[in-house]
């Protein structure tokens, strides 16, 4: 093959394209790279809040909070709060994986070390710790209750119809970690803070590592 007159082997064809390629893959990692860490570092000027400190802070903030899925949080069949359900399912190349088919996010109840805060739902679940087998090609994995959490979000009126105070709502996409991570929203009226946001359990940061 020629370009302009001079010929070149196809090998060096192939090792320039291949080239090209790996060069176009390093610039996307660097990339993610560059934006996962401007994310944690955000994270981490994020301020952790309490239940009382919910109430006490303004509609629009963003905050972080950190506890646990209370026991009083309504529990699935699988023994779990939230969860994604998950079928066997085979790929392009005919081998069997787990797919994601629907994701379970109602509500939730989060106990901080002063008091319970209300999360809304619709929030994404990320790095779930518990997984549960259902049927030999069906299985749910997510957080039961006592899961410690962090939710990251933006703090909102109450949730409608419950007295909870302050509510956290997730930002999107804001999901919720396995001690490992979250994002939420929130704010309060009444001793427990609500918030709308996007659940994780565990430590957010990590997951987002």
Known sequence: MSWKGVEFPIAVLFLAGFGGCLLLQGCIWLFFLFTSNQELARLEQLPVVSAAGLRDSTTGREVLIEGRIDERSPVAESGLVAYHVEQLRENSDGDLEWRTTETIAPPLLVLLADGPVQVSGDYSLRNPPAEVTMSSDLRHTGFPVHTPLIAIGMIVDGLEGQN??????????????????????????????????????????????
């Open 164 to 209: 909870f105070g302050p509510s956290l709502s997730p930002r999107a996409p804001a999901p919720i970690l396995s001690r490992k991570h979250r994002r939420l929203r929130c704010r309060a009226h009444g001793s427990v803070a609500s918030c709308q946001a996007s659940v994780c359990c565990c430590w957010q940061l990590a997951l987002l590592c």
